[in-house]
């Protein structure tokens, strides 16, 4: 793997062309234009209380990298008590984060075998794992959706983490979306 290949910029389209890779809500197609940008249907999203197109948004629209942050930062503070095997699904993805090398990214596959990909924190540690992808084929449908598998990984995670407490599912993807639209910021600047 190319240690560069996840740094990555934010792709030059529009939020039409990524919600071609997951499924929106019939609220989120019915407000979708072919030309809105991905920020500002975010914001439409998040304005008519449609969190998850927005979460599934922002996850496509963030570079590999920058989207496994985003998920593990989000798991961290809002589940900041993890099982040991959480922890060290967490601390796997982090050291991929730091430094995205293959020895770092097969780790996060292990750890996340270890804490059960079923779980917000490894299905995080999974999302670094496939951010490479999985291998080409001669099917261009099925490559594109293997590039989006870690953008998928990533919004089951928060998906997962806002859902766990359903008093709280509102405000956690309140800050979810909020925290996701600061990286991208970040990523302008």
Same mark, same amino acid.
């Given at each position: 793997?190319?240690?560069?290949?996840?740094?990555?910029?934010?792709?030059?389209?529009?939020?039409?062309?990524?919600?071609?890779?997951?499924?929106?809500?019939?609220?989120?197609?019915?407000?979708?234009?072919?030309?809105?940008?991905?920020?500002? $249907?975010?914001?439409?999203?998040?304005?008519?209380?449609?969190?998850?197109?927005?979460?599934?948004?922002?996850?496509?629209?963030?570079?590999?990298?920058?989207?496994?942050?985003?998920?593990?930062?989000?798991?961290?503070?809002?589940?900041?008590?993890?099982?040991?095997?959480?922890?060290?699904?967490?601390?796997?993805?982090?050291?991929?984060?730091?430094?995205?090398?293959?020895?770092?990214?097969?780790?996060?596959?292990?750890?996340?075998?270890?804490?059960?990909?079923?779980?917000?924190?490894?299905?995080?540690?999974?999302?670094?794992?496939?951010?490479?992808?999985?291998?080409?084929?001669?099917?261009?449908?099925?490559?594109?959706?293997?590039? $989006?598998?870690?953008?998928?990984?990533?919004?089951?995670?928060?998906?997962?983490?806002?859902?766990?407490?359903?008093?709280?599912?509102?405000?956690?993807?309140?800050? $979810?979306?909020?925290?996701?639209?600061?990286?991208?910021?970040?990523?302008?600047?």
């Amino acid at each position: 793997m190319n240690p560069n290949a996840s740094l990555g910029t934010l792709p030059q389209v529009t939020a039409a062309e990524l919600c071609r890779y997951f499924t929106l809500s019939e609220a989120g197609k019915n407000a979708l234009t072919p030309e809105v940008a991905p920020e500002a $249907f975010v914001q439409l999203l998040t304005e008519q209380k449609q969190n998850s197109d927005a979460v599934q948004l922002i996850a496509h629209y963030l570079p590999k990298r920058q989207a496994v942050f985003w998920a593990l930062s989000c798991v961290r503070q809002f589940i900041p008590v993890l099982t040991g095997e959480g922890e060290a699904a967490l601390k796997a993805a982090e050291r991929w984060i730091a430094e995205p090398t293959d020895e770092n990214r097969a780790a996060t596959l292990k750890a996340a075998d270890v804490a059960d990909a079923g779980t917000p924190a490894g299905c995080t540690a999974l999302a670094a794992y496939y951010s490479d992808g999985l291998p080409k084929t001669d099917d261009a449908k099925q490559n594109a959706r293997a590039y $989006f598998l870690t953008s998928k990984l990533v919004a089951s995670a928060l998906l997962m983490t806002a859902t766990e407490n359903p008093e709280q599912m509102q405000q956690r993807f309140e800050a $979810f979306v909020e925290k996701g639209l600061e990286i991208v910021q970040r990523m302008k600047q």
